[in-house]
């Protein structure tokens, strides 16, 4: 289910009708209660505001994966980081759902390559970040599931800021290549010598 502020969009429900499979949307609430795992994909500087519109209750203890990025366009573009250094949206989207167990995954890839990723150099690994083991094992699978190689576990979602640091500069290198359908990947050198 997606959840809108507006699901009985006429353009939604053209875009749900075209892309099959039973998707429906529905409101923030709604989709909250809906789901068994929960992606927040809303602006970064909306994500209290769509939280608060599904209602905390709804997430429970249920995993969250965090894909947004507090970007800041106030200068124009390329954008900087809405936050001060060292202070994420992971953070604070998992201080607000106490209960959840909340993943940072996806922000650091466009929309283009979330499913079924067409990399020219391979596929690459997403990063994520997150406080429950458990909870990153089940997005590690679905990553795969999706298309990717596997996932790169930075550790706790204090490590949110980090993710989050990176995407000014993947915007940047994306209109320095005037593609905005491409990952970062990490080369793997030799191994060092024993």
């Known amino acids: 289910m ?15 009708a075209q892309s099959g499979g039973g998707v429906r949307s529905g409101t923030f609430a709604e989709a909250a209660v809906h789901g068994e795992m929960i992606v927040l994909a809303a602006k970064g500087d909306s994500a209290d505001a769509v939280i608060e519109l599904a209602g905390v209750p709804h997430f429970g203890h249920k995993l969250v994966i965090d894909a947004m990025n507090p970007l800041d ?31 940072k995954c996806f922000n650091t890839v466009p929309h283009l390559l979330m499913v079924d990723p067409s ?19 089940r997005v590690g699978a679905l990553v795969r599931t999706l298309g990717w190689s596997g996932v790169i576990d930075l550790g706790g979602i204090k490590e949110a800021y ?3 640091a990176m995407v000014p500069l993947w915007v940047r290198v994306a209109a320095a290549k005037q593609n905005f359908a491409i990952a970062f990947t990490v080369a793997n050198g030799p191994p060092p010598p024993s």
Do not use: M, Y
């Not at 997606?2 to 749900?16: C, I, M, Q, V, Y």
């Not at 150099?121 to 094992?137: P, Q, S, T, Y």
């Open 119 to 137: 990399l020219v150099n391979g596929v690459a690994e997403l990063l994520i970040c997150g406080d429950d083991a458990g909870a990153k094992e």
């Open 162 to 164: 980090w993710q989050e």
């Open 2 to 16: 997606l959840g809108t502020r507006s699901p009985a969009d006429p353009g939604l429900k053209e875009w749900l």
């Open 73 to 103: 366009f106030s200068h124009g573009f390329p954008p900087g980081l809405l936050n001060g250094v060292g202070e994420s949206l992971g953070e604070r989207v998992q201080r607000k759902l106490p209960e959840a167990k909340v993943v």
